[in-house]
């Protein structure tokens, strides 16, 4: 590299130094010592080896970078500064109220794909964007920032696993190896050979380098861009808070502003104002997408026993003829939540990603970050291992569509470790989330097309054993919808249940009439958002309602119907499941557990 473009990386790197102190300054808060260490590895990338076009953040054919290290965030909005996306005023905003440029980053920024900040996301969620390019058939190329740090999570594993078994060679990881986390040294400091050897035992091709030789840099990013057939990880010896003697590698000044800013930006050689210009992408072919064509769910007759997870499944191959943008992925049980439908019409678009649910959600959100609507399936009990993806997809905004099977006690002899019994309480805390829970095959169905078209982070539940198809085929379940089933200006109180519930309190509701007890009965299939007007009539008209729930007592439909009615003032019984389940049939779990048919009836008779 000419000796005058190793003086200009390296100024354009301590510019970048000296604008992370400034911002974390001005803020009284940051990480600016996180940012310092990985400046001249975001220099050279930007200047020579980056292709973004930042007039048009939306051009298909743009680079992706993800700092997976978020909380180096002032390092992210220097080198917007740089390429002219904001200017040194709103730099200045950084972490205040209103500011675009927050804490760490997210997609309120034009050029930020997803929220990152919880560690070991990032690389993950790059491992799906990069799928999405084989999909695409485009060149793009998906550079993810690491911190040494988060090396640590499994989940960072996960994915270089996936990564390398499928030779995405489009995908380049740049470890930022600082020697120092939070409160002290990581657990291989320096040893850039020791995280080599993991990366190599999964396929991926691994550079050693000093990170800040702009040199090193370079050669080591254009090895990574011409690699074929595997990922590349460069794994850079860098020094915090490098170019400021107050913190350069110095322990306890993580996340904290210098004491001194103006003199460590003395120390960096002053302000500046340079710019650097980021190559724009050659002009690709438009992203490939699959044909469509006209939607046709599968009908299901009344009085028909079916599984609502084997109706979602024919739902979704349905879906897949009748919209090319829709993918799904499982992890490894689609013959269980019956994906495997969908798999065996669209083998392209089908994604296995085995028994890894942390990189299936992240897998699932780096595909919507390009256009595609994906759905991903596994036990609703295994969601709980990825419910921090999920919870970051929330804030990332993403529109992902989550499928848990094998819901609550009624799933049988499995035992407990099976039994999603969390999960709606899980799904409803998520910003923005909708929560969705089908009684039978057609309801199924139906609510399985409508959450195509869902914004943000959407849940179906499914069950396992088969249900009595109570729905004629081709109606519609809207969303924020509930469906009385049972209601007359005589009943005495409501029973609000969902999905293998709503079977037991319409037997319940029968047994109760026949006593001279009319009771009305509410499908609530949609938990979050719920039907408020459904549910308020009830509540004034009857005063009492009866819950009754496959899932925990805490967070579920209960606390959804509460959170609705509770300034109306009607008497809330709820129903739900409260003991530690073992083995035994579905019956008798749903008995065992006070919620079948008869302790419907029973609660109903004490309430009254």
């Known amino acids: 590299m000419p000796e005058r473009d190793l003086q200009y990386l390296t100024e354009l790197a301590a510019q970048l130094r000296v604008d992370s102190v400034r911002a974390a300054a001005e803020a009284g808060s940051g990480h600016p010592t996180s940012s310092m260490s990985a400046a001249d590895l975001m220099a050279v990338l930007f200047a020579c080896h980056l292709r973004y076009d930042f007039e048009h953040p939306g051009n298909p054919a743009n680079d992706h970078l993800i700092f997976s290290k978020g909380h180096a965030s002032p390092l992210l909005y220097a080198l917007l500064k740089a390429a002219g996306a904001i200017d040194d005023k709103e730099l200045l905003t950084f972490r205040k109220r209103g500011s675009r440029l927050e804490g760490h980053p997210t997609p309120r920024l034009p050029w930020v794909d997803v929220a990152t900040g919880s560690l070991g996301q990032g690389l993950p969620v790059g491992v799906g964007v990069a799928m999405a390019g084989r999909l695409e058939r485009l060149p793009y190329r998906v550079w993810v920032l690491c911190g040494d740090s988060e090396l640590a999570e499994g989940s960072i594993w996960e994915a270089a696993e996936h990564a390398g078994s499928e030779g995405l060679a489009n995908l380049t990881a740049i470890v930022d190896v600082n020697r120092l986390g939070q409160r002290g040294p990581t657990r291989h400091g320096w040893d850039t050979g020791a995280y080599a050897r993991r990366f190599g035992a999964f396929g991926w091709h691994t550079i050693e380098i000093d990170g800040h030789d702009p040199g090193q840099i370079d050669y080591a990013l254009g090895d990574a861009r011409n690699t074929r057939r595997r990922p590349t990880v460069i794994l850079a010896k860098t020094r915090k808070g490098e170019g400021a003697l107050e913190v350069e590698n110095r322990e306890g000044a993580h996340g904290k502003p210098l004491k001194e800013p103006d003199k460590a930006v003395e120390e960096l050689g002053g302000y500046r104002e340079a710019r650097v210009e980021v190559h724009e992408p050659d002009e690709a072919p438009a992203p490939y997408r699959f044909e469509g064509g006209p939607m046709s769910l599968p009908a299901y007759e009344v009085g028909d026993k079916v599984a609502t997870r084997a109706a979602f499944g024919e ?57 595609w609507v994906p759905y991903a399936a596994t036990f609703a009990a295994f969601l709980t291992r990825a419910y921090d993806f999920i919870r970051m997809a929330g804030v990332s905004r993403a529109s992902i569509r989550l499928v848990g099977s094998h819901a609550g006690v009624s799933i049988g002899e499995d035992g407990p470790s099976q039994m999603g019994l969390e999960d709606l309480a899980m799904l409803r805390a998520v910003y923005g989330s909708t929560v969705l829970y089908p009684c039978d095959a057609n309801q199924a169905a139906a609510l399985t097309a409508e959450m195509a078209d869902i914004d943000g982070v959407s849940y179906l539940r499914t069950t396992r054993g088969s249900t009595p198809v109570i729905y004629p085929p081709g109606e519609r379940f809207p969303v924020g919808g509930s469906r009385v089933l049972r209601q007359s200006h005589e009943d005495r109180a409501t029973i609000v249940a969902a999905g293998v519930t709503v079977h037991e309190a319409l037997a319940a509701a029968d047994e109760l009439r026949d006593a001279g007890v009319p009771v009305g009965v509410i499908d609530l299939y ?27 007592m805490e967070g579920g439909l209960g606390d959804a119907v509460m959170d609705a009615v509770s300034e109306l003032g009607p008497r809330v019984v709820k129903l739900a499941v409260t003991g530690l389940p073992a083995s035994a049939t579905p019956e008798e779990q749903l008995a065992l557990a006070r919620i079948d048919r008869h302790a419907i009836a029973d609660a109903v008779k004490r309430l009254l």
Request: net charge negative; hydrophobic share 50%.
């Open 526 to 552: 949609s938990v979050k958002p719920v039907d408020i007007a459904a549910l308020a009539e009830a509540a004034t008209t009857t005063g009492n309602l009866i819950t009754v729930e496959d899932h925990r």
């Open 315 to 371: 739902a979704l191959a349905a879906l897949g003829a009748a919209r090319g943008d829709v993918v799904a992925l499982d992890g490894e049980v689609a013959d269980s939540t019956k994906a495997e439908a969908f798999a065996k019409e669209f083998p392209e678009r089908f994604f296995e990603m085995y028994i890894a649910e942390q990189q299936l959600v992240a897998a699932a959100v780096g595909l919507q970050v390009r256009g």
